[in-house]
């Protein structure tokens, strides 16, 4: 991410320390509250129980909601049962509203739409699960099951990557034309969310409603910040993804909706998990969706086009960069799951192409800190929900860096093996996240590549000597023929575009200079990022092959 707040030096202080130590030399595992570890023993059991009966598709049209299923016939009656985003199935005493079950094949029809209170209600936003009803909490009969298909309301492109160079945190400046020069096919912008969405109105504002409830939103700053950036990418048919973040209350411009947002249990970092725990937070948070689909999936693209939806920043990392306190993966997992379900629902009614990205850090089974999740481990939940509940398109936004990132020489990294338990996924060992992506057990319904991203990953340059220099090209180069050689990862998007103090630690991994104190000058990794892909790639990279100590390209192994 560019731009990134003071709590980026955090976060590379601490991989830089644990580059140097092992994870073995840390507490085994943090404090959980006891609420905590008896939801995680709730949720695991959900997720590993049979059950004798199944909703077998919903599907979500302009006014209803059609839910089907099955049921045996020793089960006389049962019932269909709703559960909103802010409900746990595994934690709620009585499903409300519920309707009678009697046919082995059922079909039942809802109105879409749902009256409470002040506010509507989006029955696109639940799932839906099979019960018997007891005198004091209902059984579970069934998994519980979101929306499989759903009514958009329009076609529109879609955005396919014309090769695998991206950048990372696109921002409108004086060197725009390097979208051009570089060929670049793809890009991410940061959208927080609380720099423009407002529960009360602010200077520059308008009003917008959602479901009943007035929100008001800062036009003027989304024209200057993300409008005329998207517009330019949208000529060019680059596939933009937003990294959708939300700021803790404190550091909210309108702090009533920064506290409406922050989940209850977040305890600093450098964001938030969005508060998906009230009716309240949830509409708010559709609202949000609503508004940025609704403007960045047009068919005129009059604001521009954002193609797909990064939800977060580096999960594994949670602590710091979508804080909910500190909690057991799977009470997490559930919980981030809600949040891409969200997002995914609603902006898939604009953009049936789109996809929502989950994103990790280069941590792939040794987290950086005892306080992080396993990556490798939340994905396995994610594909076991996605298992259980009914699966989507979500895709994977992978963060390659160098096993430390101060060091360009990434072709060495001491803890990237060719291993699917290695502890780091690097550029050395891209093979193991392309093998994870062509594994049928990780695809969309199991036969639809997730797509991958490397949505944030670049190579430092130690210093501005022709030496730093050469190996900042040398590990880009290496990079390189790395990711063009592994068909199930689709592209780069290269952090950073310029060199930046927010990146901490004097790391220098920008393509040009620091755009204030050296004008943007061009450091040599920017002439090698756009012959990459040219004819004129191999005589390039040449010079790069003495730096790594190879003799040719032929480094991809047949793990």
Not at 185 to 209: C, K, Q, W
Request: net charge negative; proline share 5%; glycine share 6%.
């Amino acid at each position: 991410m560019n731009r990134r707040t003071k709590y980026l030096l955090v976060t590379f202080y601490l991989i830089a320390f644990f580059s140097t130590a092992c994870k073995d030399d840390l507490p085994t595992s943090p404090s959980f509250k006891p609420e905590d570890v008896q939801l995680e023993t709730k949720l695991q059991t959900y997720l590993s129980q049979s059950y004798p009966c199944n909703i077998t598709s919903v599907e979500v049209t302009k006014d209803n909601v059609i839910i089907k299923g099955n049921k045996p016939s020793e089960l006389p009656t049962i019932y269909l049962g709703e559960i909103a985003p802010y409900e746990n199935v595994v934690e709620a005493n009585k499903f409300s509203p519920s309707y009678p079950v009697t046919e082995n094949y059922f079909t039942i029809t809802v109105d879409r739409y749902l009256k409470q209170g002040d506010t509507t209600y989006d029955r696109l936003l639940s799932k839906w699960i099979l019960f018997t009803p007891e005198e004091k909490t209902d059984k579970i009969v069934s998994s519980a099951h979101y929306a499989d298909i759903i009514y958009s309301n329009q076609e529109l492109e879609q955005l396919k990557l014309r090769n695998k160079k991206g950048i990372g945190g696109l921002f409108y400046n004086q060197f725009v034309s390097d979208i051009d020069d570089l060929n670049i096919s793809s890009a991410t912008v940061n959208v927080v969310v609380n720099h423009f969405f407002h529960l009360s109105p602010m200077s520059g504002d308008i009003p917008y409603e959602y479901g009943g409830k007035t929100y008001y939103v800062n036009e003027p700053y989304l024209n200057s910040s993300l409008d005329k950036i998207l517009i330019l990418a949208a000529t060019r048919k680059i596939s933009v993804a937003a990294i959708i973040l939300f700021n803790r209350a404190e550091d909210s411009i309108d702090p009533l909706f920064g506290k409406l947002m922050e989940h209850p249990d977040n305890n600093g970092g450098a964001y938030t998990m969005p508060n998906m725990t009230t009716p309240e937070s949830v509409h708010a948070y559709a609202a949000v969706m609503n508004y940025l689909a609704s403007r960045y999936c047009r068919k005129d693209n009059l604001y521009g086009r954002i193609a797909h939806w990064i939800i977060h920043n580096e999960v594994d990392a949670s602590i710091q960069w979508v804080n909910m306190g500190v909690k057991p993966i799977t009470v997490f997992t559930d919980t981030y799951l809600k949040s891409m379900r969200l997002c995914y629902n609603i902006v898939r009614q604009y953009d049936a192409h789109s996809e929502t990205f989950s994103s990790f850090t280069h941590s792939w089974t040794s987290p950086c800190s005892p306080e992080w999740n396993s990556a490798k481990d939340i994905l396995t939940l994610l594909n076991k929900y996605s298992q259980t509940e009914g699966d989507f398109q979500w895709a994977v936004a992978y963060h390659s860096y160098p096993y430390d990132l101060f060091n360009p020489r990434t072709w060495d990294d001491p803890r990237a093996t060719l291993s699917m338990n290695t502890e780091f996924i690097t550029f050395r060992n891209l093979e193991v996240l392309n093998k994870w992506a062509l594994t049928k057990e990780n695809m969309y319904l199991k036969k639809i590549k997730r797509s991958v991203w490397l949505s944030e990953a670049g190579i430092n340059s130690r210093s501005y000597s022709e030496e730093s220099f050469k190996e900042q090209s040398a590990g880009f180069a290496y990079a390189w023929k790395k990711l063009n050689g592994l068909e199930g990862i689709d592209g780069l998007q290269w952090h950073n575009w310029f060199d930046n103090e927010g990146d901490g630690g004097g790391i220098l991994l920008g393509l040009r200079k620091f755009i204030d104190k050296n004008n943007g000058e061009p450091k040599p990794v920017w002439e090698l990022y756009r012959q990459a892909g040219t004819p004129t790639e191999d005589e390039a990279f040449a010079p790069s092959l003495d730096v790594i100590g190879i003799s040719d390209w032929n480094i991809i192994d047949p793990f």
